[in-house]
């Protein structure tokens, strides 16, 4: 018999951001379509183009639909919302503030594309990283060994850091885009954020693919542009 997941369907976790926000982390749901799409729109045109590689003003519903409707095995995400206690500025408290997302690759199967998203306001707050540490646990609890992400390689910056932190291997896929796989951090679910986290080299690369280049999955960028 199995062990039972840590990353199940009743998973809830809470935090408090560096600037007092609180939040809690849970698994996504179908029924967060328009939390999703209000978030999409709190995305700046900047946040967005680093995100799609092209301008994107809204979601349809079949996106929605791709995004939501998941097996949250081998299509996984886990988003943060602003807790509903938090309603001071008279706003709607049920915000949508990030979604940690993978999508098991068919060949090989223990290998998946990912990536983080975090609203321009919730942006340096520790947020980041929380959804790294948990998709990380998430994955390698779902037999994921590696995660590939696609980066410009047209970005000086970029391609620096991708020499510094050695991954396993990088493949130029075209259009300017280059693939990149790196081994999984050991990872605890409930490791708490700390320098060497931030220090270690898959979570700079998603920081910085997250200022200056695209991480979603070939999926999800071929689905967006139809």
Not at 2 to 26: A, C, K, N, Q, W
Not at 93 to 114: C, M, N, Q, Y
Not at 120 to 130: P, V
Not at 137 to 142: D, W
Request: net charge negative; charged share 25%.
């Amino acid at each position: 018999m199995s062990e039972p997941r840590f990353f199940s369907l009743d998973y809830v976790e809470r935090h408090t951001l560096r600037d007092g926000t609180p939040i809690y982390m849970r698994l996504l749901r179908p029924d967060d379509k328009e939390l999703l799409r209000a978030g999409f729109h709190r995305l700046s045109p900047e946040s967005r183009y680093a995100r799609f590689l092209s301008p994107k003003a809204a979601l349809s519903d079949d996106e929605l639909r791709y995004l939501c409707e998941i097996d949250q095995e081998h299509h996984f995400a886990i988003g943060a919302v602003r807790d509903p206690g938090d309603g001071s500025d008279g706003s709607d408290p049920t915000v949508g503030l990030g979604v940690a997302r993978f999508i098991r690759l068919s060949d090989p199967p223990d290998t998946a594309e990912a990536a983080i998203t975090v609203v321009d306001q919730a942006q340096r707050q520790g947020l980041g990283t929380l959804l790294f540490l948990r998709l990380v646990a998430a994955a390698a609890e779902r037999g994921i060994q590696r995660f590939r992400c696609e980066v410009l390689v047209g970005n000086a910056g970029m391609t620096a850091l991708i020499e510094q932190i050695d991954p396993e291997r990088t493949i130029e896929t075209g259009d300017g885009v280059m693939s990149i796989e790196l081994a999984l951090p050991s990872i605890t679910p409930t490791q708490p954020a700390t320098e060497d986290t931030q220090q270690s080299s898959m979570y700079r690369l998603f920081r910085a693919a997250a200022q200056n280049a695209v991480e979603w999955t070939e999926a999800v960028r071929k689905l967006w542009r139809h």
